[in-house]
């Protein structure tokens, strides 16, 4: 048995569980990973990825050194492997960079850059981020790839109530009475929260409803499986909806009390009834029935969802209908109630907390809010923008139209995750700047101009914020990668140097000792996290936000008493089609997600031994359909759609109904983007990832 030299607590990289680890070291190389027992949110618990795919942290690969590219200024750009870079100090890089983008802003104005956050770095490397971004760069030009999963169910929970997080947490997950899981392959997601929702099944004979159009795991465990056609999914919840208004199953009390709009609401789903709900969805109306009468007659029951409800052109809707459901039977601000949207990477919800949004400081504080933003502005020391940003999919729009100039990527891949890649790809060729921080190169810096190596989560400390809000450390259990920096300390020296060229008199302030520092200042200008700090959370192993004081004990659940907009509103819904429905030309509906073994765009899984359990791009066919085009399993297969084509794998399976096939997101060589389109929910400008027109045929 090997010895470790050390063991370090971290927090697993990858989902939002936020899986508390402990990686064991030798001669500076992780070798094992486990979890202590004791700790919350996974208590010993670990999934495939936490405990076996850590091994990115010594990939070859990693970037060691500040790459500047050969062809340096030259457009339109291809994308280039690390053989079109050349390796280039800090000084000269960041040099470089600084005056680059101190050209572009004195050429073009705040509003000639688009910014993206990362949901995979701390909360303090956001949090400077966003400073750089605001208080430097004088624009709100700023997003991350919240925007791509969860954007939709942020907008709705907005709307209902006007908080957006989690409300209940992960502990309370196995107690549950009666919950709903919709739109989340949660067993593949978030396989550790899947064991407590199990757990609450199997020992506690919880009751489960799933509505979800794949035979996923979770549909083994369910009281009752409700399989819609895809993108029906407000026609369900509507008709849930009526029939517990039609029989009176309503919490009366806590409608009087806590909400607004019952009565229209109610008189809105007046004829949406479960028969109604039956030929558009295709799911029986007693079963419809039988799932309403289970849920409003719990004393307690919670709801969870994943992007199967929130990548949608209805996004908001989808959700909005759950958040209807939740204030009819009262099924809020209690433990073992909720509306809970799984987030998806490990500092989504963090990032998006850290001010990594468009028109949001931290913890949601609005921009164009003149008492906060003083606030920001007396701290800093400098005038800022107060006109909300634009979102990521807004800032393609914009660069098309040579709106924006420079594109600046800490941590993210767009050229995975956004949808229609082709017509992103042509945007990143004619960008004037590319300025990449990570720690590969990946599909995105390929057509950067510079690329600034970062630690990876191993190599730094700091904190991630998982789904439920509860704010964890991580520590450094290995040296940095060559001249690697962390995130903060690269943005900090960029920023004083673009002040510096830009002649600035003032500077926003960049000067830290350390992460701490970082969230101290973050903690003092957001009454949220005020109760906060890296010692308490040492103590503590981590406490959820809401924290407005030293001696407030956090907030694992949420709207005990009230809903940050006060009172919780009922939005009346209209079931609208899908933004692009199969036909004679493409007869498949396309859907996309994600597998156990896999990472969204493959950064790090592909490059570790998780890839050799699942190496190939696959698509999930019914059998039907297998025999209808003439495939076997492992044939490798076309799937075409209006905007490009890839090449898969076929894997036959019931999983998924026939008309459909699902393709898992993470490979570059058969990017499921490449297909999707990117008409986007109108109030969440989130895209359709869930719904696209595809025809397959033998390769
Ligand atoms: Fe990591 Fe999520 Fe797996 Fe936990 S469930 S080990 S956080 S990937």
């Given at each position: 048995?090997?010895?470790?030299?050390?063991?370090?607590?971290s927090?697993?990289?990858?989902?939002?569980?936020?899986?508390?680890?402990n990686?064991?070291?030798?001669?500076?190389?992780?070798?094992?990973?486990d979890?202590?027992?004791d700790?919350?949110?996974?208590?010993?618990?670990?999934?495939?990825?936490?405990?076996?795919?850590?091994?990115?942290?010594h990939h070859?690969?990693?970037l060691?050194?500040?790459?500047?590219?050969k062809?340096?200024?030259?457009?339109?750009?291809?994308?280039?492997?690390?053989?079109?870079f050349?390796?280039?100090?800090?000084?000269?890089?960041?040099?470089?960079?600084?005056?680059?983008?101190?050209?572009?802003?004195r050429?073009?104005?705040?509003?000639?850059?688009?910014?993206?956050?990362?949901?995979?770095?701390?909360?303090?490397?956001?949090?400077?981020?966003?400073?750089?971004?605001?208080?430097?760069?004088?624009t709100?030009?700023?997003?991350?790839?919240?925007?791509?999963?969860?954007?939709?169910?942020?907008?709705?929970?907005?709307?209902?109530?006007?908080?957006?997080?989690?409300?209940?947490?992960?502990?309370?997950?196995?107690?549950l009475?009666?919950?709903?899981v919709?739109?989340?392959?949660?067993s593949?997601?978030?396989?550790?929260?899947?064991?407590?929702?199990?757990?609450?099944?199997?020992?506690?004979?919880?009751k489960?409803?799933?509505?979800?159009?794949?035979?996923?795991?979770?549909?083994?465990?369910?009281?009752?499986w409700?399989?819609?056609?895809?993108?029906?999914?407000?026609?369900?919840?509507?008709?849930?909806?009526?029939?517990?208004?039609?029989?009176?199953?309503?919490?009366?009390?806590?409608?009087?009390?806590?909400?607004?709009g019952?009565?229209?609401?109610?008189?809105?789903?007046?004829?949406?009834?479960p028969?109604?709900a039956?030929?558009?969805?295709?799911?029986?109306?007693?079963?419809?029935?039988?799932?309403?009468?289970?849920?409003?007659?719990?004393?307690?029951?919670a709801?969870?969802?994943?992007?199967?409800?929130?990548?949608?052109?209805?996004?908001?809707?989808?959700?909005?209908?759950?958040?209807?459901?939740?204030?009819?039977?009262?099924?809020?601000?209690?433990?073992g109630?909720?509306?809970?949207?799984?987030?998806?990477?490990?500092?989504?919800?963090?990032?998006?907390?850290?001010?990594?949004?468009?028109?949001?400081?931290?913890?949601?504080?609005?921009?164009?809010d003149?008492?906060?933003?003083?606030?920001?502005?007396?701290?800093?020391?400098?005038?800022?923008?107060?006109?909300?940003?634009?979102?990521?999919?807004?800032?393609?729009?914009?660069?098309?139209?040579?709106?924006?100039?420079?594109?600046?990527?800490?941590?993210?891949?767009?050229?995975?995750?956004?949808?229609?890649?082709?017509?992103?790809?042509?945007?990143?060729?004619?960008?004037e700047?590319?300025?990449?921080?990570?720690?590969?190169?990946?599909?995105?810096?390929?057509?950067?101009d510079i690329?600034?190596?970062?630690?990876?989560?191993?190599?730094?400390?700091?904190?991630?914020?998982?789904s439920?809000?509860r704010?964890?450390?991580?520590?450094?259990?290995?040296?940095?990668?060559?001249?690697?920096?962390?995130?903060?300390?690269?943005l900090?020296?960029?920023?004083?140097?673009?002040?510096g060229?830009?002649?600035?008199?003032?500077?926003?302030?960049?000067?830290?000792?350390?992460?701490?520092?970082?969230?101290?200042?973050?903690?003092?200008?957001?009454?949220?996290?005020?109760?906060?700090?890296?010692?308490?959370?040492?103590?503590?192993n981590?406490?959820?936000?809401?924290c407005?004081?030293?001696?407030?004990?956090?907030?694992?659940?949420?709207?005990?008493?009230?809903?940050?907009?006060?009172?919780?509103?009922?939005?009346?819904?209209?079931?609208?089609?899908?933004?692009?429905?199969?036909?004679l030309?493409?007869?498949?509906?396309?859907?996309?997600?994600?597998?156990?073994?896999?990472?969204?765009?493959?950064?790090?899984?592909?490059?570790?031994?998780?890839?050799?359990?699942?190496?190939e791009?696959?698509?999930?066919?019914?059998?039907?359909?297998?025999?209808?085009?003439?495939?076997?399993?492992?044939?490798?297969?076309?799937?075409?759609?209006?905007?490009g084509?890839?090449k898969?794998?076929?894997?036959?399976?019931?999983?998924?109904?026939?008309?459909?096939v699902?393709?898992?997101?993470?490979?570059?060589?058969?990017?499921?983007?490449?297909l999707?389109?990117?008409?986007?929910?109108?109030?969440?400008?989130?895209?359709?990832?869930?719904?696209?027109?595809?025809?397959?045929?033998?390769?």
């Amino acid at each position: 048995m090997i010895e470790a030299d050390r063991i370090v607590r971290s927090t697993c990289p990858y989902c939002g569980v936020g899986c508390q680890v402990n990686l064991h070291v030798r001669e500076d190389r992780i070798f094992k990973v486990d979890a202590p027992f004791d700790v919350a949110p996974n208590f010993g618990r670990l999934c495939v990825k936490g405990r076996f795919g850590v091994d990115f942290v010594h990939h070859p690969a990693r970037l060691s050194k500040p790459l500047i590219r050969k062809d340096f200024g030259r457009t339109p750009r291809q994308p280039v492997g690390v053989e079109g870079f050349r390796e280039a100090t800090w000084e000269e890089a960041l040099d470089l960079a600084a005056e680059r983008i101190a050209n572009i802003h004195r050429q073009h104005g705040p509003e000639a850059f688009g910014t993206f956050a990362s949901a995979k770095v701390t909360n303090e490397d956001n949090y400077v981020f966003q400073k750089f971004v605001r208080g430097v760069l004088g624009t709100n030009n700023i997003d991350h790839c919240a925007r791509l999963c969860h954007a939709a169910s942020v907008t709705a929970l907005t709307i209902a109530i006007g908080s957006s997080a989690m409300s209940n947490s992960i502990a309370e997950m196995k107690d549950l009475e009666v919950f709903i899981v919709t739109g989340s392959n949660t067993s593949e997601t978030h396989p550790v929260i899947s064991t407590f929702l199990r757990e609450a099944v199997v020992h506690n004979n919880a009751k489960l409803i799933v509505v979800d159009p794949r035979k996923i795991e979770m549909t083994q465990f369910a009281e009752v499986w409700l399989r819609q056609a895809i993108g029906t999914d407000v026609a369900i919840f509507q008709a849930m909806a009526q029939v517990i208004v039609a029989e009176e199953l309503y919490n009366q009390e806590f409608i009087d009390a806590r909400t607004e709009g019952f009565k229209e609401y109610a008189q809105s789903i007046l004829d949406c009834t479960p028969e109604w709900a039956e030929t558009v969805s295709g799911v029986p109306a007693d079963d419809i029935r039988k799932a309403a009468r289970l849920y409003a007659n719990a004393k307690a029951a919670a709801i969870y969802w994943g992007m199967g409800i929130s990548q949608s052109v209805h996004g908001t809707d989808n959700a909005l209908s759950l958040a209807n459901l939740a204030l009819l039977c009262g099924h809020l601000g209690r433990p073992g109630t909720g509306l809970n949207p799984l987030r998806g990477q490990n500092n989504v919800q963090g990032a998006s907390d850290s001010g990594g949004l468009p028109h949001v400081f931290t913890a949601y504080q609005p921009v164009n809010d003149d008492e906060v933003r003083t606030r920001f502005e007396n701290y800093w020391g400098v005038r800022l923008n107060p006109q909300p940003g634009l979102t990521v999919m807004e800032m393609v729009d914009a660069a098309a139209r040579q709106v924006i100039h420079c594109y600046y990527i800490m941590g993210e891949n767009p050229l995975m995750s956004e949808p229609d890649l082709k017509h992103s790809r042509h945007v990143m060729e004619n960008m004037e700047f590319v300025l990449a921080q990570d720690i590969f190169i990946n599909e995105s810096s390929e057509f950067a101009d510079i690329i600034l190596p970062a630690t990876s989560f191993a190599e730094k400390s700091g904190t991630f914020t998982n789904s439920d809000r509860r704010v964890q450390l991580i520590h450094p259990a290995v040296p940095a990668v060559g001249e690697a920096r962390d995130d903060w300390s690269i943005l900090c020296d960029l920023a004083k140097r673009v002040e510096g060229k830009l002649g600035r008199t003032t500077s926003a302030g960049f000067d830290y000792a350390d992460p701490a520092a970082i969230w101290q200042e973050m903690a003092a200008l957001t009454p949220a996290f005020q109760g906060i700090d890296h010692p308490r959370l040492e103590r503590e192993n981590g406490v959820h936000w809401p924290c407005p004081s030293p001696d407030h004990p956090g907030s694992p659940y949420l709207f005990e008493d009230t809903f940050p907009r006060g009172k919780g509103i009922f939005t009346p819904l209209v079931v609208t089609p899908g933004a692009e429905v199969p036909d004679l030309e493409y007869p498949y509906i396309l859907s996309t997600g994600r597998v156990l073994f896999h990472w969204h765009g493959g950064t790090m899984t592909r490059r570790s031994k998780l890839d050799d359990i699942y190496p190939e791009p696959t698509v999930e066919i019914h059998p039907q359909d297998a025999v209808a085009i003439g495939l076997n399993p492992g044939d490798w297969v076309k799937v075409r759609s209006r905007r490009g084509e890839i090449k898969v794998r076929t894997l036959i399976t019931e999983r998924s109904p026939a008309g459909m096939v699902f393709i898992p997101f993470h490979f570059a060589e058969a990017a499921a983007n490449e297909l999707t389109h990117d008409q986007r929910d109108p109030k969440a400008k989130i895209p359709d990832y869930k719904m696209c027109a595809v025809q397959l045929e033998p390769a």
